[in-house]
């Protein structure tokens, strides 16, 4: 019996070391299908977004309460954050498409270095929106949870109708954000 099952033991490792890269085409193909495909749920109302003002990297005062009547996307992430690099060229492009159609994107970085770490990043990925730096905002107004990344889509009335917290494709935060712009605008 024992002899039975060493060998099912080495055909089996011989298959996995002979087609792993099937299993990791499979891996990407799921994801890119998810996607192309994602299930996605626009809250039609959701609580308040805490407002806040901090710095942002180019030394202007960010509030989010002085776009309302905007979509924005709040994106918590960390330069350590692997699954951070990869949505981030995602990111850059939506702020280019959807720029005027009243859509801003906004960087809330965790790093304990704050801008120090940041700015590395920002010219690497060429992030044309606004960056800022508070591991207490993050904390303390938007859950008190250290995974990232977490994205937040908040609505033109100022209530967050979508949450994610992982990794976020452009596919599906592209979905969010056609049916939030279609939205009518809030006045200020």
Same mark, same amino acid.
């Given at each position: %019996? $024992?002899?039975? /099952?060493?060998?099912?033991?080495?055909?089996?490792?011989?298959?996995?070391?002979?087609?792993?890269?099937?299993?990791?085409?499979?891996?990407?193909?799921? &994801?890119?299908?998810?996607? %192309?495909?994602? @299930?996605?749920?626009?809250? *039609?109302?959701?609580? %308040?977004?805490? @407002?806040?003002?901090?710095?942002? %990297?180019? =030394? *202007?005062?960010?509030?989010?309460? #002085?776009?309302?009547?905007?979509?924005?996307?709040?994106? +918590?992430?960390?330069?350590?954050?692997?699954?951070?690099?990869? *949505?981030?060229?995602?990111?850059?492009?939506?702020?280019?498409?959807?720029?005027? !159609? =009243?859509?801003?994107?906004? =960087? &809330?970085? /965790?790093? #304990?270095?704050?801008?120090?770490?940041?700015?590395?990043?920002?010219?690497?990925?060429? /992030?044309?929106?606004?960056?800022?730096?508070?591991?207490?905002?993050?904390? !303390?107004?938007?859950?008190?949870?250290?995974?990232?990344? $977490?994205?937040?889509? +908040?609505?033109?009335?100022?209530?967050?109708?979508? $949450?994610?917290?992982? &990794?976020?494709?452009?596919?599906?935060?592209? +979905?969010?954000? @056609? #049916? &939030?712009?279609?939205?009518? $605008?809030?006045?200020?």
């Amino acid at each position: %019996m $024992r002899a039975v /099952i060493l060998e099912s033991l080495a055909r089996a490792g011989r298959f996995l070391r002979r087609y792993w890269l099937w299993g990791a085409v499979l891996l990407v193909g799921a &994801l890119l299908w998810q996607d %192309m495909q994602p @299930d996605v749920t626009v809250e *039609e109302t959701g609580p %308040m977004a805490p @407002d806040f003002a901090l710095e942002q %990297m180019n =030394g *202007e005062v960010f509030r989010l309460s #002085e776009h309302r009547g905007e979509v924005v996307v709040l994106n +918590i992430w960390a330069t350590w954050c692997d699954p951070c690099h990869t *949505e981030v060229p995602g990111f850059v492009e939506l702020q280019k498409e959807f720029a005027d !159609e =009243g859509v801003t994107f906004v =960087g &809330l970085s /965790i790093d #304990e270095r704050g801008f120090e770490a940041v700015r590395a990043f920002a010219r690497k990925y060429d /992030i044309n929106y606004p960056q800022l730096a508070s591991q207490t905002v993050a904390w !303390e107004k938007y859950g008190r949870s250290q995974a990232v990344p $977490r994205t937040f889509v +908040i609505g033109r009335q100022g209530r967050i109708r979508y $949450r994610r917290t992982g &990794l976020l494709l452009k596919g599906r935060l592209e +979905i969010v954000l @056609d #049916e &939030l712009v279609s939205e009518p $605008r809030a006045s200020r």
